[in-house]
């Protein structure tokens, strides 16, 4: 009995997931793509429905051999949400958003404790934010997850924000359990870059995608700039070690030697795009005048000898003042829960059952 009620919960968050990353699709789709038997899937689907989990619309265009318009399904507006957390310097931007993509409230507050007291402080603004956001909710599931993208290098099974010249931290820093204690949601904590390149490839519609993060890092009155990449293919986040880069005075002020780096830098992005197939190369953030020369390098190694000269691949740039860090996070934590099988069904939901 409780392997076949595991097995019967496992299937209700799969049917839930498929509905959260590709919505407006009908019954038959869903079995299709879970390999399910369709009386199942329309056993699942009716019980969300009855409960307000998910709800029908129309289709208003017939099939290809006419008919009834199909019924298309989607998850409820404003049935749960998460909360998003841009961990950079100057500043921590959150945002809240449901399960549908719609923005449910926002923030942006500035960093006022580096270190090790940063952690503190963003919990208290998180719950200031989620009682903000929960106090206009009326949703039926509330606040799900959390998750956060940060500046510097990140351990994502510890949750420790390892290293970040940006944020002062200099040693390894939990994240979770502060969050964990005030908000009662599971935590994720992320690289920024993965969280952008993320936000980016669902935004753009694209399975593969390398994204290239160039930032000024002002802090101590010290010009540095960090870079990092995220790259996601099959509309999978690639986890392996994070890439960061921190180009300090020394380099930032001989032009020999910035000119190497950044040619070399452009030539392993390349040679990335190339082995990792993507469709385009996404470049961002605010440190201008390196994006330019980085752009270049890229187009040049890409079409030097050797390399496909048809390549397919674009490079193009982020836009500014773009919310991928913190939506890419809210997005990669609700992620976890679905990959998992750790989505919060409640107890009401099995006692329908």
Known sequence: MIVKNRLRRDNFIKV??????????SRADIARELRLDRSTVGYMVDQMVELGIIEQTSNDSTGPRGGRPSVLLRILPGYAYSIGVELTFPNMNLIAVDLCGRYMGERTIPIQDYGPRLIDSLAVETSR????????????????????????????????????????????????????KVLAVPITVINDAQASVLREAGRRKQK???????????????????????????????????ITHLLKPPVLDDEEK??????????????????????????????TSVLDRLDRSILHHMSRKGADRDSPVIVSRLDAGSDNI???????????????????LSASFFDAQ
């Open 129 to 180: 934010f989620q009682r903000s956001v929960g106090a206009a909710y009326e949703g039926r599931q509330g606040l799900l997850t959390l998750g956060v993208g940060a500046s510097g290098v990140v351990d994502e099974e510890r949750k420790h924000i390892l290293l970040s010249d940006a944020l002062g931290i200099e040693c390894p820093l939990p994240v979770a359990e502060p969050l964990e």
């Open 326 to 344: 913190a939506a890419g996070a809210a997005y990669a934590a609700v992620g976890f829960l679905f990959s998992s099988l750790t989505f919060p």
């Open 258 to 287: 910035l000119a190497h780096y950044i040619d070399t830098l452009g030539q392993s992005f390349a040679l990335a795009a190339n082995i990792s197939g993507v469709d385009e190369i996404v470049l961002g953030g605010d440190a």
């Open 208 to 242: 593969d995608i390398l994204l290239v993060q160039v930032r000024y890092h002002p802090r101590n009155a010290v010009q540095e700039i960090g870079i990092g990449a995220g790259l996601v293919i099959g509309n999978q986040l690639i986890r392996g070690r994070t």
């Open 16 to 25: 839930l997931e498929s509905l959260w990353l590709r919505p407006n699709r």
